[in-house]
């Protein structure tokens, strides 16, 4: 049996050395290697169809394989993949389920797509609302469908596959993907005409983004998701804000950047998942983030 299983992985490892000359011409043999090592880590973690569907979703499962590994030695969560029916991994350290998308440049054709060497904030921040709005309401479907329980935590993990992703950090210091999901704007500085000194600063209130229909007109997209009671079924977003970062698989995942909702049902704590950053929001007569 043991053989027999060894067979299949070799089988495997091939098909994935494939898929990533396929995808990856470019890479440096380092990072190919890095690629098939996160695989013969974490392929007891992943869906039976892994391996046919990398061949032609490359960005999605080499998400699968980061998250997993972070989850398993980095983070220390003890992963389990326990159904293809249902989420991706159910992490037993903190009782929480883990369900992972890609965040990608979009379907060229899209006009909301971002082009090679285009820098459009609000088609950026698309990426990641459509992916946490596509995986909310996968969640809500496992929910519905008792494959996972109302009490469970809910994390969404987001992997950046975006040409232009770059900086993590705009100008006005927040991630992306606290703005993605939080209604903050530009970084504004109040200055004294006189005396040249700052008076006060702040986040300007920004809660939706343009997005261009295929009639030419132009649609809001809210970016207020985790002030929305109907998503308070989302325990937070994890993001991996250096895609690119996988070499050494023990520190896999401390780079992290985990949003919490300040509306969920059932919270982590903080520095509960052992990440680089966390940011939370605090509601109350005025609604501002902490960086934790």
């Known amino acids: 049996m043991e053989k027999e299983s060894r067979i299949l992985l070799d089988n495997s490892i091939i098909i994935l050395q494939s898929a990533i000359e396929q995808f990856r011409p470019q890479c440096p043999d380092e990072y190919k290697k890095a690629i098939l090592t996160l695989y013969e880590n974490t392929h007891d973690l992943l869906d039976q169809n892994f391996i046919n569907q990398i061949q032609s979703d490359f960005p999605s499962r080499l998400a699968e394989l980061v998250f997993s590994c972070a989850f398993r030695f980095a983070l220390g969560l003890k992963p389990e ?123 300007s209130f920004r809660d939706v983004i343009q997005k261009r229909k295929a009639d030419g007109s132009i649609a809001s997209i809210y970016t207020n998701t985790f002030l929305n009671v109907q998503n308070s079924h989302i325990t937070g977003v994890l993001f991996s804000p250096n895609p690119g970062n996988f070499l050494n698989h023990s520190e896999i995942g401390s780079d992290f950047i985990f949003v919490h909702n300040a509306l969920a049902e059932n919270k982590v704590l903080p520095g509960e998942l052992n990440v680089g950053e966390e940011y939370r929001a605090e509601l109350s007569i005025q609604k501002y983030l902490n960086r934790i």
């Not at 379907?107 to 946490?132: Q, V, Y």
């Not at 009490?151 to 040409?163: E, M, R």
């Not at 993590?168 to 005409?193: E, F, M, S, T, W």
């Open 81 to 203: 993949h326990k159904s293809d029916a249902g989420p991706d991994l159910w992490l037993n350290s903190i009782g929480a389920w883990a369900e992972i998308v890609t965040a990608t440049d979009g379907d060229p054709s899209n006009l909301n797509s971002l082009n090679p060497g285009e820098e459009n904030e609000d088609k950026k921040l698309l990426r990641f609302t459509n992916a946490i709005a596509a995986k909310t309401a996968k969640f809500s479907k496992d929910i519905h469908e008792n494959r996972v329980n109302p009490s469970d935590k809910l994390i969404i993990c987001i992997y950046p596959w975006v040409t232009n992703w770059l900086p993590c950090y705009p100008a006005n210091g927040l991630p992306d993907i606290v703005r993605a999901v939080y209604p903050a704007g530009d970084y504004q500085l109040l200055l004294n005409k006189s005396t040249e000194a700052i008076e006060n600063h702040q986040y």
